[in-house]
């Protein structure tokens, strides 16, 4: 009988030392299949962020090379809009100084249908004159000069008017 027992104990032993061995395989064997499905989910995982970096870096690299443009474009418009600025100072600074020389003088047409005869004025050129048609009335050269200065002020101001305007339209043609 005791025989028995110890191969009975044998066999129970035996039976637990399988039941274990396959308890181990199979947490084994679970195991390594759950480490490969987390790889490939990693992997995936890991070139869905490299594609989002790539296009994240394209969209960055368009809005530079966007910015660069306005920024050039911006540069010359600054630069024409300077030019054009001096040009119109100098002119008008030129036709400040002839009529402070009297080499030019401003003149304004009279009206040749005023009523009560030219208002003091010859309506038609004498005859040792080389001006000929409509009346004309030359301005004291204070007041020639007093009307191109705010011209002068008005050009400048439509000059940066012009700017402002082809400034906003780039910005937007660059937004859109």
């Known amino acids: 009988m005791k025989l028995d027992a110890v191969k009975r104990g044998g066999v129970l032993l035996l039976m637990l030392c399988l039941m274990a061995g396959s308890a181990w395989a199979a ?8 480490s ?14 490299t594609n989002l970096a790539n296009s994240n870096s394209a969209l960055i690299l368009a809005e530079q090379n966007k910015r660069f443009a306005l920024e050039q474009w911006l540069a010359a418009s600054d630069k024409a809009h300077y030019r054009v600025l001096t040009d119109a100072k100098t002119n008008q600074a030129r036709m400040r100084d002839r009529l402070a020389t009297a080499d030019l ?7 040749a249908t005023a009523t009560n005869g030219s208002y003091g004025m010859q309506t038609t050129a004498c005859t040792g004159g080389v001006v000929h048609g409509t009346a004309r ?7 020639a000069q007093r009307i191109i200065r705010i ?26």
């Open 137 to 143: 009335a030359q301005l004291d050269r204070a007041h």
């Open 27 to 34: 947490w084994a064997w679970q195991a390594n299949a759950y």
């Open 151 to 176: 011209t002068s002020q008005a050009d400048q101001g439509l000059i940066a008017l012009q700017a402002c305007q082809a400034y906003v339209n780039r910005v937007f043609k660059f937004e859109l």
């Open 105 to 111: 003088r401003l003149s304004v047409l009279l009206d």
């Open 36 to 49: 490969q499905q987390l790889a490939k989910q990693e992997t995936a995982h890991q070139t869905t962020l």
